[in-house]
């Protein structure tokens, strides 16, 4: 299952986000999908990062509080973020080549000041990272989640499995969808998702008119979240093909193709 990424250009932006408030598992999702391509896309460097103030992804993947974004924030308000070092000083190695930026910004802060400067560290993050994902705050709409999601190459929208907010969606309610999605490489992944329920996948994509990817969630997903061990839970299930859970290692390498795809990487076997 070794891959090699071969860049073509500049580090993509993949965002991954929530139109309603803490749902759609987007921190968990997050990690899960950065640990996949830290193991599968090995050529490849990754960057990710939240601006969620409360609940990230940095709480899955570490136990260690990280608060790199500020640091960056300090440095590209002031005009001296201009290195490769600025970043490996203030980012916490969760494989060789997956770093977290983390974030313990205030909420106010967040909202009022890191707007301005989230494109100029990300900018600068593309010339050193091959792909860099960030955590998008769930149900946010201020001028920080606006302007990383107009700058993504790439968005996965995370939606629960509720008929109320997927069909709210598809019609695009101006709560739900911004305009300018419409020019955006995405694609809808249903979380938490139960096979068994009444409102199967079929039945989403019907309402949806589109494929959609799901991301399952059982006890040996928990309690690799509980443990901090994403990374060594998919290892696992990609050296051992553990038959327990296979079917969440499949679900992400659906969503691992699609995004590279979309976003005109390429790899090889």
Known sequence: MDMQYIKKDKGKVISLWCPVHRQGCVSTNTAFLTSLFSLMAKDGRILVLSNDTMYNVQGILSDEINDGLSFLYTLASTGNLKKEEDFSVYTKNINLNLELLGNSFKEELVINNLSKEINVIIEKAKDIYDFIFVDVAA???????????????????????????????????????????????????????????????????????????????????????????????????????????IEILSELEYIYGKIIDSIGGAYDE
Request: glycine share 2%; hydrophobic share 35%; proline share 3%.
């Open 139 to 245: 149900g946010t709409r201020n001028k920080t989640s606006i302007n990383i999601l107009k700058n993504s190459d790439f968005i996965l929208f995370n939606l629960p499995q509720d008929f109320n907010i997927i069909n709210r969606f598809s019609l695009e309610d101006e709560k739900l969808y911004l305009p300018f999605f419409k020019e955006k490489e995405t694609l809808i992944n249903i979380s938490n998702y139960i096979n068994y329920k009444h409102f199967p996948k079929r039945k989403i994509e019907k309402i949806l008119k589109q494929k959609v990817s799901i991301i399952s969630n059982n006890e040996f997903v928990h309690k690799a979240i509980m443990d901090k061990d994403v990374l060594g839970f998919l290892e696992d299930e990609i050296k051992y093909g553990d038959k327990k859970d």
